[in-house]
């Protein structure tokens, strides 16, 4: 299992590698927990202020292991059960990485189908390669993907999202990224460079102020307008008063590079 999911470190950047070619990198359980617990150590990680993720082989994910949930389903006393765990399993990841502290950023080739297409609206910023596919195209074989459905009605506009989910069919790279699902679209060849360079500008930020600025920018997704400014005020008072933001005003002030501890 260990083997499932590969993790680089270069300076404050975490690059985790989904490693399952041979399935197009399909989200089995054994790859859900694979992911989970290096989600696990990156957030206990201070070291690490931005992370990649990103996919060997011709796809991104594939989505949900077919293979392995119809084999759940032959055994009808512990099938839905089977379900449960999984899909539940799978919830519990994808809500791991917006509640992660550091931004993390999918870099996107081939496919991302299904719960691999959830996968990258579950991140804060996508990168993907030109000619990319995404899709929620259960219901081409009869299963409506109800789960990738959560994250992707959060990044893209709900009737783009209802046509994707409804219709099965993929869109590509750069209707993505007018809808809002992925930031950049670049050649196959820049497409872990361009990645790379997004998450070291991000790491040579200060790292609290974007720690807050991430839990601050997700909280206030889900109030309302009075109730978010709220929270983003009492967020900006907590920044403010911290030692690093203070030199960092003076450095700005007095034209110099900030001394950040």
């Not at 490693?19 to 990156?42: G, K, Q, V, W, Y």
């Not at 870099?107 to 299904?114: L, M, R, S, W």
């Not at 990224?177 to 050649?187: A, F, I, Q, W, Y």
Request: proline share 4%; hydrophobic share 45%.
């Amino acid at each position: 299992m260990a083997d499932l999911v590969l993790r680089e470190d270069t300076d404050h950047v975490a690059r985790l590698v989904l490693n399952s070619p041979s399935n197009f990198n399909a989200l089995s359980l054994e790859m859900i927990d694979a992911l989970s617990d290096a989600l696990r150590m990156i957030e206990a990680d201070d070291t690490i202020r931005a992370v990649i993720l990103a996919a060997t082989g011709k796809a991104f994910s594939a989505g949900h292991d077919l293979r392995q949930m119809q084999a759940a389903r032959k055994n009808e006393d512990t099938g839905r059960a089977a379900y449960d765990q999984l899909f539940g399993r799978c919830a519990g990841m994808m809500q791991m990485i917006p509640a992660l502290p550091q931004p993390v950023i999918a870099e996107v080739q081939g496919i991302a189908t299904a719960a691999g297409c959830q996968l990258v609206a579950s991140c804060d910023l996508a990168v993907a390669a030109e000619g990319v596919r995404f899709g929620v195209n259960g219901v081409n074989i009869g299963l409506f993907c109800s789960t990738p459905m959560v994250a992707l009605t959060r990044a893209v506009p709900p009737k783009a999202a209802f046509e994707m989910l409804t219709t099965g069919e993929f869109i590509l790279a750069e209707r993505a990224r007018e809808l809002g699902l992925v930031n950049r679209v670049v050649p196959a060849g820049e497409l872990s460079g361009t990645a790379m360079e997004m998450a070291r500008l991000i790491a040579s930020k200060l790292p609290s102020a974007v720690r807050m600025g991430k839990r601050a920018f997700h909280e206030q997704l889900r109030l309302g307008l009075s109730a978010a400014y709220d929270s983003a005020g009492a967020t900006m008072c907590e920044n403010m008063m911290l030692p690093d933001t203070d030199e960092g005003i003076n450095a700005f002030l007095e034209k110099r590079k900030p001394g950040w501890n």
